[in-house]
């Protein structure tokens, strides 16, 4: 069974830096897309940057400049470098990956989430 566990979220002052970490781990056989998402409280789950397996990135603008994707395929492992947050960066953030336990076959999982405050 697959897993996607998400870590490194936190209390952070504006300005500030997190770096979030998605493991994932199971019967992998490879991993395409993976990508970042987060849900502020009362809005809509939104895409903050997504990466696929050719290394090709994708952010939200909101982010653009700010957060760096990226990944490291040899421990099935996609991180998330947050730089210059700012308040509204505040959400429960999600992890999501388009897995194949056998050859061609692509499902996508997502993680529980991990919360990032930013207070000003």
């Known amino acids: 069974q697959v897993q996607l566990v998400e870590s490194g979220g936190g209390l952070v002052q504006a300005g500030g830096f997190l770096r979030l970490s998605c493991a994932a781990s199971?019967?992998?056989?490879?991993?395409?897309?993976a990508g970042w998402y987060r849900q502020a409280a009362g809005k809509q789950r939104e895409l903050v940057a997504r990466i696929i397996s050719g290394g090709i990135t994708d952010y939200a603008d909101s982010v653009k400049g700010r957060f760096t994707i990226s990944r490291n395929n040899t421990v099935n492992t996609v991180y998330l470098q947050m730089d210059v947050l700012k308040p509204e960066d505040t959400a429960v953030y999600y992890c999501?990956?388009?897995?194949?336990?056998?050859?061609?076959?692509?499902?996508?999982?997502w993680g529980k989430g991990t919360l990032v405050t930013v207070s000003v």
């Open positions: 199971g019967s992998i056989f490879s991993i395409d897309a």
């Open positions: 999501n990956a388009d897995i194949s336990t056998v050859p061609g076959i692509y499902y996508g999982y």
